[in-house]
T-cell receptor, first 119, second 115 residues
Framework: DTGVSQNPRHKITKRGQNVTFRCDPI?????LYWYRQTLGQGPEFLTY????????KSRLLSDRFSAERPKGSFSTLEIQRTEQGDSAMYLC?????????????????FGEGSRLTVL | AQSVTQLDSQVPVFEEAPVELRCNYS??????LFWYVQYPNQGLQLLLK??????LVKGINGFEAEFNKSQTSFHLRKPSVHISDTAEYFC?????????????FGTGTLLAVQP
């Protein structure tokens, strides 16, 4: 399978524990995005990487959240001291930046998500 | 900043009937527009996108959408739905020429096709 891969698919944890999610992008894609989706809502943007550089972070990303993409390939999203309000589906999406410029655009390719339940 | 409004949280429809899912957007700059579909326990899949050119865009599974700049709308339509079209549909905008290409999504519309 050459799509975006996310692990684990499901995670149940107790409040206060730390959790980490991993995203493996489509191999040639240099842009990587994390989104959060709660029940009845659309995906909300959390953060964006171009290669290994984290270029944008949403205000939704509190200081308990940290994301990395150390070698510009896979990415991790860690949540420290989880709270019940963190329960959600965490989605990873990737695409390829080409030459750049105002006409560049492209669809995002999404993984199947990692569902977090905080008890 | 951009925003997307999907006024209908759920649209029930009988099989083989036509359907329209509404999407309106707000932006101070030019945008690209997308519709994604999410089947149960699956990731989001692109249905279609509008970048430029013809305002009528055709996508997969017989869906089409029409971009209306004056009404800032991008409604999704299908002339005859199937049971298998039951899913959550999300409209999204992307800043034209933006630095990140991030998508801003609406809250989604659940299309419930009944036999």
């Amino acid at each position: 399978d050459t799509g975006v891969s996310q692990n684990p698919r499901h995670k149940i944890t107790k409040r206060g524990q730390n959790v980490t999610f991993r995203c493996d992008p489509i191999s040639e894609h240099n842009r990587l995005y994390w989104y959060r989706q709660t029940l009845g809502q659309g995906p909300e943007f959390l953060t964006y990487f171009q290669n290994e550089a984290q270029l944008e972070k949403s205000r939704l990303l509190s200081d308990r959240f940290s994301a990395e993409r150390p070698k510009g390939s896979f990415s991790t999203l860690e949540i420290q001291r989880t709270e019940q309000g963190d329960s959600a589906m965490y989605l990873c999406a990737t695409n390829l930046r080409l030459g750049g410029g105002p006409l560049e655009t492209g669809e995002l390719f999404f993984g199947e998500g990692s569902r977090l339940t905080v008890l | 900043a951009q925003s997307v409004t999907q006024l209908d949280s759920q649209v029930p429809v009988f099989e083989e009937a036509p359907v329209e899912l509404r999407c309106n957007y707000s932006s101070s700059v030019s945008v690209y527009l997308f519709w994604y579909v999410q089947y149960p326990n699956q990731g989001l899949q692109l249905l279609l996108k509008y970048l430029s050119g013809s305002t009528l865009v055709k996508g997969i599974n017989g869906f089409e959408a029409e971009f209306n700049k004056s009404q800032t709308s991008f409604h999704l339509r299908k002339p005859s739905v199937h049971i298998s079209d039951t899913a959550e549909y999300f409209c999204a905008v992307q800043n034209y020429g933006g630095a990140t290409n991030k998508l801003i999504f609406g809250t989604g519309t659940l299309l419930a096709v009944q036999p």
